[in-house]
């Protein structure tokens, strides 16, 4: 609390500060709202000015203003191109409300190319009918008008910590750190003080041709801030900012932010989801400009707003934009958006781009630190139509024509930059490698490491994944788990990984070894892998259950519905061989050694020659894997577990063989087993996205025992598996050849946003559809007289193992999304096969999900 004396010395600098001013007239202040006359629209970005003066105010996108005024300046001027300007005169002393009804100017709209009247609608709508104009001319404008377009291309992405208090700043934590904080102007995205923490350069030259399409970059220097690889996979990193912070091409229909796509300004469609505004024309250079504003007609809906500069020359391009976003967005953890494009014109008469900047600051709210990025693109000496030899456009779509262990300085960079850097980007290269020597930091990264990647690091050694410590299931009650891995600490080609386990119910031990050998001198859980591993694991399985990206083990997956008896125990000792090439073409070549017993209820029983039942203690089986997999443009994070997918447009190829070696080691079934699967991510514009799977299997071979055909994947845990069948109980279906379809629609929100109230809460809409269809040949059936495995049996004798003769396994859901930004609840739907013992026709699966 302020003491009285300091209390009246600031009143009496107050007094002295308002006396010069003049303060004893009183001040005045007034708001309203602007709409048109004659449709009641309300009209964003209205000039509202004090005549004769430079003060003044713009309404916001639902034609609000406020502003305040002091003697004698107590007249303002409403202006808006296409309309006629008011000019009001203001009650000293008072607040009011001033709300004002503009009327069409038809003589000022002549001096645009377009005609009609001002009122908001589509129809004979001026701003309508220029965007029409920019539509229309949209194809020529682009680069892909030109049979080849080259140029040189400089990008720099930073990221620093934002709107840090002075609070925060003068913590303890950071007495040493004072050297990394920046200050700017508070008006600036990111607040006034801010933390760098990364940068990027990269200098290209760019190749494109139209026909065949290509657009081949060559990367001539690249330069970043780099983390200890212990904690930081700094190629991931770095194609996850580059997925987040995409070019920006307004002449494409829909523009790529944060991994979520906003339709374009000059979309086919956008005069159906904007409004759009003539605001000025700009004669002070050639050609003439027209600034045009535009706003989404609903707030919530992944739009921009902000504003167009058309040339008036006849090719109606695009020479500047500025693209923000409204702060009702259903957008995540975004806090601010700024985007700005620039274009010159060439001697070819068209217009290319000479700069984009993307900055978002991201945080978890409204108030406080959040996470600042930006990033800037500059473009020059652009040559056009000019061919080139097939050699400079082959290949994966970027290259390098450098040396990667050749670290090029800062008195190159200061040379080839198109752009200097700014004050607060200068010594952030510097201040990282500073920052990894300071033991604290490294701690705060240590820990970060775990919590998020599950490992804890002790140099040469790395202990984890912590989530698998503890577990339960009903073969093994309560089970603990501790292992761990070597790092390239202790060497860069060989590394070590395994974990012993114990179930306090059976009182068996399980584990696992793994030697690995990388064959390019890199870790192996970096790209591009090329290794030979050879491993041996003892542990529990669920039949059929092959899950990605989790462990089975995880303490989550312990919680199960339903009956979840049947078990194996396995014995696999592998050996393979994989290698991973820069076009995201890859093999994996393997062979397998698998004795798996039954566990729990679950039991072999053969029917044997003679008619009689035969108990079998186990199965052996031998197999020879082959893998191949292709996944042009490819995204990922290299996580310490397995690799987080960054996804794109782009499909994902995979082709499986494996083939079953009698005789070999004991194996005792010949097959050939085939699998094919292809995945793909559609988006839909306004409409969302969906991602779609399809697959199929085919073995060949017959008498084969239900372990080794397809038991289709289920789900008896209470979280939504996407690769799963979530009514699906285990080991309810087999087959010997299947197809499989799987749709996730994700609307993004879309019919939400329309709803009063709810849309408030920035849900999003899912909807699922997953369907499998195959069958089991004669030889492979135990119901039509195979001599193999019976299926199980349930406590009653009651079959709980079946084909899919009869029709496709079918299920769906309805979900909402994005409750508390971090959960989707799903509402699921078995179709069919309902008349099986302990299936359920209605389920509710809940997943986390963190997405922009």
């Given amino acids: 609390m302020l003491k009285p004396a300091y209390i009246k010395f600031a009143l009496m600098l107050c007094a002295l500060f308002l006396g010069h001013q003049g303060v004893f007239a009183q001040t005045t202040t007034v708001k309203g709202v602007v709409t048109d006359e004659k449709t009641g629209e309300t009209l964003p970005y209205v000039s509202i000015v004090i005549p004769g003066t430079t003060m003044g105010t713009t309404t916001d996108v639902d034609g609000k203003y406020a502003m305040t005024l002091t003697p004698p300046n107590l007249t303002i001027k409403f202006t808006y191109i296409g309309y006629q300007s008011v000019v009001k005169k203001v009650t000293e002393g008072i607040s009011q409300v001033i709300n004002l009804k503009l009327q069409v100017d038809a003589s000022l709209l002549k001096e645009i190319t377009v005609k009609g009247r001002a009122k908001y609608r589509n129809r004979d709508n001026p701003a309508v009918q220029l965007i029409r104009q920019v ?74 041709r139209k026909s065949p399409y290509k657009k081949k970059q060559w990367v001539k220097a690249n330069r970043r801030a780099e983390f200890d690889s212990r904690f930081v996979d700094n190629d991931g990193l770095s194609a996850y900012f580059n997925r987040i912070y995409e070019d920006i091409n307004i002449y494409n229909n829909d523009i790529s932010v944060a991994t979520n796509l906003l339709l ?16 000025d024309t700009v004669k002070t250079q050639e050609p003439w400009l027209v600034e045009l504003g535009f706003v989404p007609r609903n707030k919530t809906d992944m739009l921009f707003e902000g504003k167009l500069f058309i040339t008036l020359d006849g090719n109606y391009a695009v020479q500047n934009a500025f693209l923000t976003v409204n702060k009702d967005i259903n957008l995540n953890f975004m806090r601010d958006l700024e985007a700005r494009l620039e274009f010159e014109k060439s001697p070819d008469g068209r217009y290319h781009q000479s700069k984009s900047s993307l900055s978002m600051e991201f945080a978890l709210g409204d108030k406080g630190a959040g996470l600042f990025g930006q990033r800037v693109v500059n473009f020059k000496n652009y040559e056009v139509n000019h061919a080139r030899p097939d050699s400079v456009y082959d290949g994966p779509a970027e290259q390098l024509v450098y040396n990667p262990i050749e670290r090029k300085g800062e008195e190159f960079w200061s040379q080839v930059r198109h752009v200097p850097l700014e004050r607060a980007e200068q010594d952030i290269y510097r201040n990282v490698d500073t920052l990894q020597t ?19 690091s002790f140099g040469i050694v790395e202990v984890g994944p912590v989530n698998t410590f503890y577990s339960f299931n009903p073969i093994e009650g309560f089970r603990l788990r501790f292992g761990g891995r070597t790092t390239t600490e202790l060497s860069k080609r060989v590394f070590f990984e395994s974990y012993a386990a114990y179930g306090f119910k059976d009182e ?16 192996v859980y970096s790209f591009p892998l090329h290794y030979i591993r050879a491993s041996a694991q003892r542990d529990t399985k669920i039949p059929g259950q092959d899950l990605q990206f989790v462990q089975e083990d995880n303490f989550l997956l312990s919680f199960k519905r339903g009956e979840n008896n049947r078990w194996l125990y396995n014995d696999i000792y592998k050996l393979e061989y994989v290698r991973e090439f820069p076009s995201h073409f890859s093999y994996r070549l393997g062979f397998t050694e698998w004795t798996q017993k039954p566990a729990g209820i679950l039991t072999y029983e053969k029917v044997s020659s003679a008619g009689d039942n035969q108990i079998l203690k186990q199965l052996r089986n031998t197999e020879v894997n082959m893998e191949l997999r292709y996944a042009p443009g490819e995204q990922f994070y290299q996580g310490k577990l397995y690799r987080t997918p960054i996804i794109n447009k782009f499909p994902i190829f995979t082709l499986r063989y494996n083939a079953g070696l009698k005789g070999v080691f004991a194996g005792e079934n010949n097959y050939h087993n085939f699998t094919a699967n292809i995945t793909k991510r559609v988006y839909l514009s306004q409409l969302g996205f969906m991602d779609l799977t399809g697959e199929g299997g085919y073995i060949v071979g017959k008498n084969i025992p239900f372990p080794l055909l397809t038991v289709h994947r289920a789900n008896q845990t209470y979280a939504y598996q996407l690769n799963s069948y979530n009514l699906m109980n285990f080991l309810e279906f087999v087959s010997d050849r299947y197809a499989s379809l799987d749709v996730q629609y994700y609307m993004n929100g879309f019919l939400l946003n329309k709803i009063p109230l709810i849309k408030k809460l920035k849900l999003r809409e899912v909807f699922s559809f997953k369907a499998v269809v195959g069958g089991l040949r004669d030889e492979n059936n135990p119901a039509k007289g195979a001599s193999v495995y019976k299926f199980p049996v349930d406590e009653e004798g009651r079959a709980i193992s079946y084909t899919l003769e009869k029709q496709p396994y079918m299920e769906g859901s309805i979900g909402v999304a994005n409750i508390f930004k971090i959960l989707r609840v799903d509402l699921v739907k078995r179709f069919n096969y309902l008349d099986h013992p302990n299936v359920s026709e209605w389920g509710v699966r809940a997943r986390f999900r963190l997405d922009f």
Avoid at 157 to 181: C, G, V
């Fill in 438 to 456: 300071i033991p604290s930091f490294r701690r705060t990264m240590d820990i970060t490491s775990l919590f998020l990647a599950g490992y804890k």
């Fill in 264 to 279: 374009s300004p000059i979309a086919n469609t956008a005069p159906t989801f904007y409004k759009f505004f003539i605001r």
């Fill in 508 to 523: 068996k031990w399980k584990y696992f070894l793994s030697g690995t050998y990388s064959l390019n001198n890199k870790s």
């Fill in 135 to 208: 539509i229309e001319n949209r194809d020529k404008n682009q680069m892909a008008n030109n049979d080849y377009v080259e140029y040189e291309q400089y990008e720099k992405i930073s990221f620093a910590l934002s709107n840090l208090s002075e609070s925060f700043k003068d913590k303890r934590i950071f007495k040493n750190y004072q050297f990394l904080f920046r200050n700017q102007d508070s008006a600036s995205i990111g607040g006034k003080n801010i933390l760098p923490a990364y940068m990027q350069e990269k200098l290209s030259q760019i190749y494109f």
